[in-house]
């Protein structure tokens, strides 16, 4: 079983009232001339960060125009692409300024990672496992999760060890039997030689 690890993009600077921002989706280019853009979704909840009436923040950190923050108005797919409508763009010339624009919400609005009726007990953010302590069985420290990779078969942890090295650990249930939030820690099972790779 693959634990599965509801993502929003990574986490960027740090906005004036002090909390952080996560990335959520990357302007890609204007589509059509009635100021749809293609939007490249960096969140594994595109239906709740881009519905109709989002407030959606622009990266100042991130070498994107700056600006004020935008408002959908419309969402929809089209061959596989998100498109997405702003209050205030009308027109290809309006929608393709917004080229390469970092979309971001704060993370304190992230909201729960499962959807209303879906089993959250076994669902967690990026940010939630970030920072956890990857232990052994017998309790000896592999290391701290530094990152996420959202691989196409599946998740890996990035631990990095108290020597300094970098050591991918699969997420799922067979390897990384038990994740305690609380505790701030997780345990590992590896199979033999994993963790000297």
């Known amino acids: 079983m693959t634990f599965p690890v509801a993502a929003d993009g990574a986490r960027q600077g740090r906005p004036a009232n002090g909390g952080e921002h996560l990335l959520v989706g990357v302007i890609v ?8 853009v293609v939007v490249a979704p960096r969140t594994d909840v595109p239906h709740r960060r881009f519905a109709v009436g989002r ?6 950190a991130a070498d994107s125009p700056a600006g004020p923050a935008l408002v959908v108005t419309g969402v929809r797919e089209h061959s596989g692409r998100l ?7 009308g027109d290809r010339t309006s929608a393709e300024a917004l080229r390469g ?8 609005d992230a909201g729960p990672p499962a959807d209303a009726g879906e089993p959250a007990d076994e669902l967690w953010w990026d940010s939630q496992l970030i920072g956890l302590q990857a232990r052994l069985a017998d309790g000896s420290v ?5 990152d ?17 090295r970098s050591v991918l650990i699969p ?5 990384v039997p038990e994740v305690d939030i609380e505790a701030g820690r997780l345990l590992v099972d590896p199979p033999p030689g994993l963790l000297e790779l």
């Open 55 to 60: 407030v959606l923040a622009r990266d100042a």
């Open 83 to 89: 498109l997405v409508r702003f209050d205030g763009v």
């Open 142 to 146: 592999v290391g701290d999760v530094t």
């Open 148 to 164: 996420i990779v959202h691989g196409a078969g599946n998740d890996l942890l990035v631990v990095r060890t108290a020597e300094g």
């Open 29 to 36: 280019r204007a589509h059509g001339v009635r100021g749809e």
């Open 101 to 108: 624009v970092r979309l971001v919400i704060d993370a304190d």
């Open 171 to 175: 997420f799922v249930t067979a390897v």
